[in-house]
């Protein structure tokens, strides 16, 4: 019998979603016939080692944020010889790094959010670039950190007295209109799901995880030739970063002046949540492909660099 370690947990801001997610792989993979090994991952190397030890056949790395989906992991993994699932340590890394990532975006041609990077501390003096906008850490996923400064908020004190992610931040025009995602898996994108965060416009972290926190529709109800486009673009986005696996593009939609309307690719996630609440899962299973094999598919696609 295969034997597949799940590693989950870790040392970031998405802990808890990372043992939600490990939990409901493990439950999977027995189900698809794996012996299945659950590992609490923190910030103790040795033990984790330890627990690598024999090395199983395979790693689901079910870990998000850093160490877990920025290429920490992911090397050591490599180290080791042990294959395991989701992207390597570059794509891992860049992907991770807003800045990094946006960049090569770009230079695909694909549709990106005007903004720059500043040090978060200029931040309070004056606007960096015109309202409204978003403010974000440039290393952090489930929208950890991120705020919208829109006219008549005088916010931009607060934002930089709360902040915790480091000296710089990336700040983005607000594109208006829908937030839509789309899954990919290895070289076919999945669906486009149109998500409707209950509290408001801003999907934040509560809209992602907690209970009736937002509504997914899937197939998005939205123009067929932009459907087409979202598509197309997550594909090329994973194809640019040289993802493996499955990945997530996530994306602003502004139709407010009507179909169709203005695309623009916000950003890849190497690790798609795989929380009872989780988009990857959900369009997998809009294309026919159940939990139990969508997490089987990622283990047999499992490699390292050794």
């Known amino acids: 019998m295969i034997r597949v370690a799940v590693l989950h947990g870790g040392m970031s801001n998405e802990r808890e979603v990372s043992l939600s997610s490990g939990r409901q792989v493990a439950i999977a993979l027995r189900e698809a016939g794996f012996a299945v090994d659950l590992i609490d991952v923190t910030a103790d190397l040795p033990a984790l080692l330890a627990a690598l030890t024999p090395k199983p056949d395979a790693v689901f ?15 050591i993994l ?18 991770m790094n807003k800045e ?11 549709p990106v959010a005007k903004g720059a990077v500043i040090p978060i501390e200029t931040l309070a003096a004056g606007d960096p670039i015109p ?50 995602t789309v899954g990919v898996m290895g070289d076919r994108a999945l669906a486009v799901t149109d998500i409707i965060a209950e509290a408001g416009v801003f999907y934040d972290y509560e809209s992602k995880y907690g209970d009736g926190g937002s509504r997914h529709i899937v197939p998005a109800a939205i123009h067929p030739d932009v459907y087409a486009q979202a598509m ?26 009507g179909e169709p309307g203005r695309l623009v690719l916000l950003e890849l996630n190497t690790q ?5 609440t989780s988009l990857l899962p959900e369009q997998a299973a809009h294309m026919g492909i159940g939990f139990a094999e969508l ?12």
């Open 61 to 75: 790395n079910a870990l998000h944020g850093q160490f877990g989906e920025d290429g920490a992991i992911q090397g």
């Open 131 to 180: 309202l409204p906008y978003v403010v974000k850490p440039l290393n952090e996923g489930s929208s950890v950190g991120v705020s919208i400064v829109r006219h008549g908020d005088n916010r931009r004190a607060e934002v930089v007295q709360a902040w915790r992610y480091g000296p710089t931040a990336m700040v983005e025009e607000f594109i208006p209109g829908r937030e839509l």
């Open 272 to 276: 798609p949540g795989l929380t009872p």
């Open 232 to 257: 197309d673009v997550a594909l090329k986005a994973h194809k640019a970063l040289g993802c493996r696996g499955a990945s997530r593009c996530d994306f602003r939609y502004d139709d407010t002046n």
């Open 295 to 306: 997490c089987a598919w990622m283990v047999e696609n499992a490699a390292c660099r050794q």
């Open 100 to 110: 990094a990532a946006k960049a090569i975006f770009a230079a695909a041609g694909l």
């Open 78 to 95: 490599d180290w080791l010889g042990i294959p395991y699932t989701h992207s390597g340590v570059r794509a891992s890394s860049v992907a």
